[in-house]
């Protein structure tokens, strides 16, 4: 009866619809937001609670096994999915039980992936700050020996000796490799997009240079050994060793975006240009690579960063140097990868390694600032130039 | 006098568009000498081990018995990786194109390019000094309860400096690979079967199963080749965290060696018959991402020409 009475009170106010309703419904309706298209769903809350009571059943379980954030966070996770999956099956029927464990099990997989990266850089600026300073940026390793470690520990005094001479060892050798690679790089996407036109060569050219691509940095670091220690003799380290390296590394990264820049640009612009009898070298020095330059800049800049914290290849390559080398010609050469490497795997002061380890982090965010700049600044460089679209 | 002057003109641009397709020619063929003279030179410089006496070779068994531990122990360290970074980076790539807001889906993918962008030696540095302290209570555990299983096999290491933690900061820097990858061609699935699934009264699941997951199986598993390639060569990392050994079949004793780790830790003092010896180790390694690759890379073009016709 009081079904009915709620029916009436409800359908009383609009005074027009009162027979209507009256003459059809002896059976109560519903009961409200339960409506027959609600019908086996979920509730909205059921969602939020299930995840608040796994938060709580997360933490107990962590307590049990002695509390840490990294197995809250697991347990509560598991929790979660399962709960909420086995509910989501028991309500709405198994298809969307399906659906939902699918759902969260991909936001689960990315937020997996961001922890590493959150990780990875909020070490590296933790322990990286505190060694940035003057003295580290503008001073190297020269002289720096286990003993000036030890006294530094002992005194509590600042540490001693920076990263100078690798940071000036990684922009010659980097410089080096692009003047290198982007011209190859750059003539070859031209020879693949202008003239190949899809011929036997130029499809040969594409493969190679995607295989190319997969060569592991070591090994690319080993030809440029091989390759010197046969023109001049075996013991030949320096600087541009590591860079020709660096270049086998980098010419595939130059031809793949380039090309991939040159294939964009209108044909109505190299047709109007010839129309003018313009030649085709003037043609593309002229017209096509203009257009496309801010996307081949970019790509550029994304091989440069791609190559500068290459630490293998330098590795064979250039050797390790503790004091400044300017010369990329001659003796060996140190760049930030490999003083990282070094600081961490060899200690200055065996006994005393904290203040090698201080030294690499500090070196470590000196070259995550420098590939960040350089990934921005590609980014930069697209968006900034980019040709205004006809359209 | 004008005949001439054209003619003269004519020859001049002629000479110039002679010189730059002949340029544009000789870098190409440049990458394809380059390519040759990779296998040429290092198979030069490892021929002494190949002809060397066995006693000589470091383990005194010859070469086959020296690099056979290292090649097994590249691929465990590798087939981790993979087994960790091929689902995670499919549902992470799924995220990017079928589950995220529209308009965070670029810059998401931003985020997870930016794995790729971090120096393999910072990884390195951040498996050995971060990664491998905190995985040490996990090892013991699995130790403890798991133990009976050989690759769990206690004790377990005291640093964590283990080829599992190698196998997971390999997963972290070959994960940005698969994603990128297969995103793309996630994003290529044909809109009209993904919306045919979804008239039917397909849940989104069901639509990914049925249309977009079948769509891009080859080029799924081209990008996890790709990433087995790159886990396989992939030095810093695994010198850094890999507290180095013989062959063992525990996970998570210090022990096993990779090819590339190998070459990075012993290249700096080596000379005469044991440089020999790590390049031809090299070459080794170079054979065998190439032929994964070269896997990969066919997969990719014949998948190419069948996707072409939709």
């Known amino acids: ?391 | 006098m004008t005949t001439n002057a054209l003619r003269r003109q004519g020859s001049k641009g002629q000479a110039g568009d002679k010189i730059f397709s002949g340029a544009a020619l000789g870098a190409g063929i440049l990458i394809l000498i380059t390519l040759f003279a990779v296998a040429i030179f290092l198979l030069i410089q490892a021929l002494p081990t190949f002809s060397a006496n066995p006693a000589l070779i470091t383990g005194g068994e010859g070469f086959v018995s020296y690099i056979f531990p290292i090649v097994i122990g590249t691929v465990i360290a590798a087939g981790i990786a993979l087994l960790i970074a091929t689902p995670v980076g499919i549902a992470v790539a799924l995220f990017i194109s079928h589950y995220a807001p529209r308009k965070l889906a670029a810059g998401l993918g931003y985020v997870i390019d930016l794995l790729a962008a971090i120096p393999s030696v910072i990884y390195g540095a951040w498996g050995y000094l971060v990664l491998a302290p905190a995985l040490v209570p996990a090892y013991q555990w699995l130790a403890e309860n798991l133990g009976f299983i050989p690759i769990f096999a206690g004790p377990a290491s005291q640093t964590g400096k283990t080829i599992l933690t190698a196998g997971i900061v390999l997963a972290v820097m070959v994960l940005p690979i698969i994603t990128s990858l297969s995103r793309e061609i996630f994003l290529q699935t044909p809109k009209l079967h993904e919306e045919a699934a979804l008239a039917l009264g397909a849940t989104r699941w069901e639509m990914i199963n049925m249309s977009v997951l079948p769509f891009a199986r080859p080029g799924i598993v081209s990008a996890v080749m790709l990433g087995l390639g790159r886990a396989l060569g992939e030095t810093m990392a695994v010198a850094l965290v890999l507290s180095t050994g013989g062959l063992i079949p525990s996970l998570i004793k210090s022990g096993n060696q990779t090819i590339a780790a190998e070459i990075a830790l012993n290249f700096p003092e080596a000379f005469g018959l044991r440089l020999s010896e790590l390049i031809a180790a090299g070459l080794v390694l170079f054979v065998i991402t190439l032929a994964v690759n070269l896997i990969a890379r066919a997969i990719i073009a014949r998948h190419k020409e069948f996707s072409g016709a939709n």
């Open chain 1, 1 to 391: 009866m009081s079904a009915a009475t709620t029916n009436q009170s409800n359908t009383g106010q609009p005074d027009t619809k009162v027979p209507a309703g009256n003459n059809k419904a002896p059976q109560p309706p519903a009961p409200r937001r339960r409506n027959s298209l609600a019908k086996g769903h979920l509730p909205r809350f059921a969602i939020p609670g299930i995840a608040a009571g796994s938060l709580v059943l997360g933490a107990a379980a962590s307590t049990l096994t002695g509390f840490s954030v990294a197995t809250m966070a697991i347990y509560t996770a598991i929790i979660f999915v399962l709960a909420a999956s086995i509910t989501t099956t028991a309500v709405e029927g198994p298809r969307r039980g399906k659906n939902s464990l699918a759902t969260y099990l991909v936001y689960g997989a990315f937020l997996l992936a961001l922890v590493p990266l959150a990780s990875v850089l909020f070490t590296v600026l933790e322990k990286g700050l505190p060694g940035i300073n003057m003295h580290f940026l503008f001073n190297s390793m020269n002289g720096v020996t286990g003993a000036v470690d030890n006294a530094s520990v002992e005194n509590g005094t600042p540490v001693i000796g920076g990263a100078y001479h690798a940071v000036v060892g990684t922009l010659l050798i980097t410089l080096w490799s692009t003047i290198i690679s982007v011209p190859v790089g750059m003539l070859t996407a031209i020879y693949l997009v202008e003239y190949g036109k899809n011929g036997p060569l130029a499809r040969a050219i594409t493969f190679f240079v995607d295989v190319m691509t997969g060569i592991p940095s070591i090994v690319a670091g080993l030809f440029a050994t091989a390759l010197f220690a046969v023109l001049f003799g075996p013991t030949a380290r320096m600087g541009i060793v590591a860079a020709v390296a660096l270049s086998v590394l980098m010419i595939p990264t130059v031809v793949r975006s380039t090309e991939e820049m040159l294939k964009i640009v209108p044909n109505e612009l190299r047709e109007a240009s010839y129309a003018l009898g313009v030649r085709k070298w003037r043609t593309i020095t002229k017209v096509v690579i203009p257009t496309a330059i801010s996307g081949i800049a970019s790509g550029v800049t994304l091989a440069i960063a791609r190559v500068i914290g290459e630490t293998a290849p330098i590795l064979v390559t250039a050797g390790l140097a503790n004091n400044i080398n300017v010369n990329v010609f001659g003796n060996w050469m140190a760049t930030l990868p490999t003083f990282i490497y070094y600081q961490i795997i060899t200690p200055t002061s065996p006994t005393n390694i904290d203040p090698s380890i201080q030294r690499a982090w500090a070196a470590a965010l000196l070259l995550i600032g420098m590939v960040m700049v350089l990934n921005l600044g590609a980014r930069l460089i697209a968006s900034l130039f980019a040709p205004k679209k006809g359209r």
